[in-house]
């Protein structure tokens, strides 16, 4: 087996709704808008460009499974999906987990089975907060 690990960081932020049904958004951008309501974080140090080589390459096989860690001030979301032979993983500042089997240059799992409208909301007000670090800890393995 192959397990792969990558942890950043990223921030909270005022206009963070998380009520996506289909999909949750991790973001280099660190001005977003109401109208962004998949994004759980901002001013993420990296995007799907800056994964490692080897992230993507486990991510990229079919049978790969992907765990999103999002953790805040004590509080922990997780999300697990699928990695998939169609994921580019080249968009230059979003990572986005998704419900569907969609696939772009900002997917980073499909079939995920949590979106971000299913995160507490407990966790959705402190990530509100600007001033929240978030850990983002993605895991890869098959």
Do not use: Q, W
């Amino acid at each position: 087996m192959t397990k792969i690990s990558e942890t950043f960081e990223a921030r909270g932020h005022v206009m963070i709704s998380a009520t996506h049904k289909k999909s949750f958004e991790i973001t280099k951008e660190s001005n977003i808008t109401l109208r962004g309501d998949c994004i759980v974080a901002v001013g993420s140090s990296k995007g799907a460009a800056d994964l490692s080589d080897e992230f993507r390459r486990v991510a990229r096989n079919d049978s790969a499974k992907i765990t999103v860690v999002l953790s805040a001030e004590g509080t922990e979301e997780k999300a697990h999906g699928r990695g998939s032979s169609r994921l580019s993983l080249n968009h230059p500042t979003d990572l986005v987990a998704r419900k569907s089997n969609y696939a772009c240059g900002r997917t980073l799992m499909i079939s995920s089975d949590s979106a971000a409208r299913d995160m507490s909301r407990r966790f959705v007000r402190l990530i509100r907060k600007p001033s929240c670090r978030i850990i983002v800890r993605l895991v890869a393995e098959i």
